[in-house]
T-cell receptor
């Protein structure tokens, strides 16, 4: 299994509070991604990173920010959590980009279950 | 916007059957298609990756095919086993990453 850990694994927080989720990899892969998974919607890309301090928005980026100061760590922050952000959050990594022709494969972490009350 | 559909949403088969899971997508301008398996409460495990220039990939009892022109991929599972019970997801890569909502497979002993 790819060396990807996520912390915390479970979190309950109140509306309006800031929340930071951490993804840590030991594979030295260049690309890192944050997804959320909701019933009926499947997985949706929030943000991704293509290098240290290089990030871009995904399909559902509103209300989320990210940072990557080291190759191995990618942080997802909810500045002011809302109930609509209750979800399971997955981090993924890949060695190369899937946005251009070529071989790449995404590997996923175990997920963080976030509940906003 | 790319739409990825997986039909059926749920499937139940007796052990030993061969089965096919379907994935369709609306925009044929994709670079890759990847099949995943997800067990309840767990992350996603990559099963097969098909590049846009390929027609199929095989791994053990699994075979995935890709027809870009028709916007379809199939995942064939031979001689199904109870351990194959899980949700199977397909994902396509174009200018973004798009996932289907999955097919929940139950293999009955």
């Amino acid at each position: 299994d790819a060396g990807i850990t996520q912390s915390p694994r479970h979190k309950v927080t109140e509306t309006g509070t800031p929340v930071t989720l951490r993804c840590h990899q030991t594979e030295n892969h260049r690309y890192m991604y944050w997804y959320r998974q909701d019933p009926g919607h499947g997985l949706r890309l929030i943000h991704y990173s293509y290098g240290v301090k290089d990030t871009d928005k995904g399909e559902v980026s509103d209300g989320y920010s990210v940072s990557r100061s080291k190759t191995e760590d990618f942080l997802l922050t909810l500045e002011s959590a809302t109930s609509s952000q209750t979800s399971v959050y997955f981090c993924a990594i890949s060695e190369s980009s899937g946005f251009s022709p070529g071989s790449y494969e995404q590997y996923f972490g175990p997920g963080t279950r976030l509940t906003v009350t | 916007k790319q739409e990825v559909t997986q039909i059926p949403a749920a499937l139940s088969v007796p052990e030993g059957e061969n089965l096919v899971l379907n994935c369709s997508f609306t925009d044929s301008a994709i670079y890759n298609l990847q099949w995943f398996r997800q067990d309840p409460g767990k992350g996603l495990t990559s099963l097969l990756l098909i590049q846009s220039s390929q027609r199929e990939q095989t791994s053990g009892r699994l075979n995935a095919s890709l027809d870009k022109s028709s916007g379809r991929s199939t995942l064939y599972i031979a001689a199904s086993q109870p351990g194959d019970s899980a949700t199977y997801l397909c994902a396509v890569t174009g200018n973004q990453f798009y996932f289907g909502t999955g097919t929940s497979l139950t293999v009955i002993p």
